[in-house]
């Protein structure tokens, strides 16, 4: 038996049978890693915009896709990075409530700001978590970003509809007739 044969008979053996049972690659750590900081930083980030609100519907929304998306992924992450003896990222503290009355006019966000900058970050989380999952061979792992990549899409949608409504979304120019439909 060469030390080709060896490798990949001791790899089969390896990535075989519970995937939580596998080694992580180092491309699987860098990710989950750094997931897990870009989303703890985003917590701290809706936090700020929460108190920078003023329509309540948006508010409404930040705070959902804290405790709904934001908070599990955290906590799903930092469970596996912790259970692979890897260190977690720290952990920004709650930001406290503040008076949007108090925030002068001139530093303040407007809400249209802070939908457009959250539904970059989410496109952006979007994709991320595609590139993540692709590159995991550890199946639970590249499950954990597709879902993550889903419960963003359906963020993205939401608050789409809420831009929509309140007005805020511009489109880019809307293609309405061709050449062969004017003639």
């Given amino acids: 038996m060469n030390l080709f044969e060896k490798g990949s008979k001791f790899i089969m053996g390896v990535l075989s049978g519970n995937p939580q049972n596998e080694p992580l690659h180092y491309g699987e750590v860098y990710g989950l890693w750094s997931h897990l900081s870009a989303t703890k930083a985003g917590v701290d980030t809706y936090q700020v915009y929460i108190n920078h609100t003023g329509d309540e519907e948006l508010k409404a929304f ?42 002068p006019a001139g530093a303040r966000f407007q809400d249209s700001q802070i939908a457009y900058m959250v539904a970059a970050e989410i496109a952006a989380g979007v994709t991320s978590n595609a590139a993540l999952m692709s590159q995991s061979i550890r199946e639970d792992i590249g499950t954990m970003f597709a879902s993550f990549g889903a419960k963003k899409a359906k963020d993205g949608a939401a608050l789409l509809q809420i831009m929509k409504t309140k007005g805020w979304l511009v489109p880019p120019p809307l293609h309405l007739e061709t050449k062969q439909q004017q003639h």
């Fill in 62 to 103: 930040l705070k959902q896709v804290i405790e709904n998306s934001m908070k599990p992924a955290i906590k799903e992450v930092e469970e596996v990075l912790l259970h692979n003896d890897i260190a977690v990222p720290p952990t920004p503290s709650e930001r406290p409530d503040a008076d949007l009355e108090q925030i």
